[in-house]
Protein backbone atom coordinates (compact mmCIF):
# COMPACT_ATOMS: atom_id res chain seq x y z
CA UNK A 1 0.00 0.00 0.00
CA UNK A 2 0.77 3.33 -0.74
CA UNK A 3 1.63 5.87 1.94
CA UNK A 4 -0.24 9.23 2.62
CA UNK A 5 0.20 12.83 4.08
CA UNK A 6 -1.72 16.11 3.25
CA UNK A 7 -0.82 19.23 3.51
CA UNK A 8 -1.81 22.51 3.50
CA UNK A 9 -5.39 22.93 5.21
CA UNK A 10 -6.12 25.59 7.28
CA UNK A 11 -8.49 28.85 8.29
CA UNK A 12 -9.35 31.39 5.22
CA UNK A 13 -12.04 33.64 5.12
CA UNK A 14 -15.02 32.89 2.09
CA UNK A 15 -14.30 33.69 -0.89
CA UNK A 16 -10.33 32.85 -0.35
CA UNK A 17 -8.25 30.13 -1.70
CA UNK A 18 -6.37 27.04 -0.14
CA UNK A 19 -4.07 24.66 -1.82
CA UNK A 20 -3.61 21.26 -0.78
CA UNK A 21 -1.49 18.62 -1.32
CA UNK A 22 -1.25 14.82 -1.16
CA UNK A 23 2.15 12.88 -1.38
CA UNK A 24 2.56 9.58 -1.64
CA UNK A 25 5.50 7.11 -0.32
CA UNK A 26 6.20 3.73 -0.75
CA UNK A 27 5.33 3.18 -4.34
CA UNK A 28 4.39 4.87 -7.82
CA UNK A 29 1.22 6.50 -7.30
CA UNK A 30 1.26 7.11 -11.18
CA UNK A 31 -0.89 3.55 -10.73
CA UNK A 32 -2.97 4.65 -8.62
CA UNK A 33 -6.95 7.18 -8.59
CA UNK A 34 -6.59 9.79 -6.11
CA UNK A 35 -9.76 11.05 -4.36
CA UNK A 36 -10.08 14.02 -2.42
CA UNK A 37 -12.91 13.43 -0.02
CA UNK A 38 -13.90 15.71 2.81
CA UNK A 39 -16.19 14.97 6.01
CA UNK A 40 -18.18 17.82 7.63
CA UNK A 41 -19.33 17.30 11.32
CA UNK A 42 -22.11 14.71 11.56
CA UNK A 43 -22.17 14.08 7.87
CA UNK A 44 -20.69 11.19 5.39
CA UNK A 45 -17.70 11.36 3.96
CA UNK A 46 -18.14 12.71 0.17
CA UNK A 47 -16.44 12.43 -2.87
CA UNK A 48 -14.66 16.17 -4.18
CA UNK A 49 -12.45 15.52 -6.64
CA UNK A 50 -11.27 12.43 -8.10
CA UNK A 51 -8.28 11.96 -10.91
CA UNK A 52 -7.93 8.55 -12.98
CA UNK A 53 -4.47 7.37 -13.79
CA UNK A 54 -4.45 9.11 -17.09
CA UNK A 55 -5.52 12.85 -15.46
CA UNK A 56 -9.07 12.45 -16.30
CA UNK A 57 -10.94 14.95 -13.64
CA UNK A 58 -13.95 14.39 -12.06
CA UNK A 59 -16.05 17.29 -9.57
CA UNK A 60 -18.72 17.10 -7.19
CA UNK A 61 -21.09 19.54 -8.16
CA UNK A 62 -20.77 21.46 -5.26
CA UNK A 63 -17.01 22.23 -5.91
CA UNK A 64 -17.79 22.16 -9.82
CA UNK A 65 -16.21 25.65 -11.00
CA UNK A 66 -14.23 25.97 -7.84
CA UNK A 67 -12.11 23.38 -7.14
CA UNK A 68 -9.13 21.88 -9.88
CA UNK A 69 -7.57 18.83 -9.21
CA UNK A 70 -4.56 17.50 -10.42
CA UNK A 71 -1.34 15.31 -10.27
CA UNK A 72 2.57 15.55 -10.39
CA UNK A 73 3.78 11.90 -10.49
CA UNK A 74 7.41 12.82 -10.97
CA UNK A 75 6.41 14.21 -7.39
CA UNK A 76 4.17 11.76 -6.44
CA UNK A 77 1.52 14.50 -5.86
CA UNK A 78 -1.73 14.96 -6.28
CA UNK A 79 -3.27 18.78 -5.89
CA UNK A 80 -6.77 20.42 -4.66
CA UNK A 81 -6.39 24.14 -5.52
CA UNK A 82 -9.77 25.41 -3.61
CA UNK A 83 -11.05 28.96 -4.95
CA UNK A 84 -13.81 31.05 -3.95
CA UNK A 85 -14.81 29.15 -0.88
CA UNK A 86 -17.26 28.96 1.04
CA UNK A 87 -18.24 28.33 4.46
CA UNK A 88 -20.01 24.66 3.89
CA UNK A 89 -16.71 23.90 2.30
CA UNK A 90 -15.45 23.45 6.32
CA UNK A 91 -14.47 20.30 6.97
CA UNK A 92 -11.37 17.45 7.35
CA UNK A 93 -10.10 16.86 3.65
CA UNK A 94 -8.24 13.46 2.94
CA UNK A 95 -6.44 12.36 0.09
CA UNK A 96 -7.29 8.46 -0.92
CA UNK A 97 -5.73 6.24 -3.13
CA UNK A 98 -7.58 3.22 -5.24
CA UNK A 99 -6.12 0.87 -7.40
CA UNK A 100 -7.62 -1.25 -10.23
CA UNK A 101 -10.18 -3.79 -10.08
CA UNK A 102 -13.29 -2.09 -9.47
CA UNK A 103 -16.28 -1.23 -11.52
CA UNK A 104 -16.21 2.21 -12.85
CA UNK A 105 -19.34 3.44 -10.42
CA UNK A 106 -17.02 2.40 -7.39
CA UNK A 107 -14.75 4.89 -7.72
CA UNK A 108 -17.15 7.30 -6.77
CA UNK A 109 -17.57 6.03 -3.20
CA UNK A 110 -15.09 5.07 -0.98
CA UNK A 111 -14.68 1.09 -1.48
CA UNK A 112 -11.97 1.08 -3.69
CA UNK A 113 -9.53 3.30 -1.89
CA UNK A 114 -7.66 1.18 0.70
CA UNK A 115 -4.58 4.18 1.14
CA UNK A 116 -5.62 7.35 2.81
CA UNK A 117 -4.13 10.03 4.53
CA UNK A 118 -4.33 11.38 8.27
CA UNK A 119 -6.74 14.24 6.88
CA UNK A 120 -6.27 18.24 7.00
CA UNK A 121 -8.67 20.86 8.49
CA UNK A 122 -10.32 23.51 6.41
CA UNK A 123 -11.93 25.75 7.91
CA UNK A 124 -13.72 29.09 5.73
CA UNK A 125 -15.21 31.83 8.04
CA UNK A 126 -18.27 33.53 7.08
Known amino acids: QVQLVEFGGGLVQAGGSLSLSCVASGRSFSDYVVGWFRQAPGKERELVARISRSSTEYYADSVKGRFTISRENVKNTVYLQMNSLKPEDTAIYYC????????????????????WGQGTQVTVSS
Open 96 to 115: AGATRGYANNDYYTTRPYKS
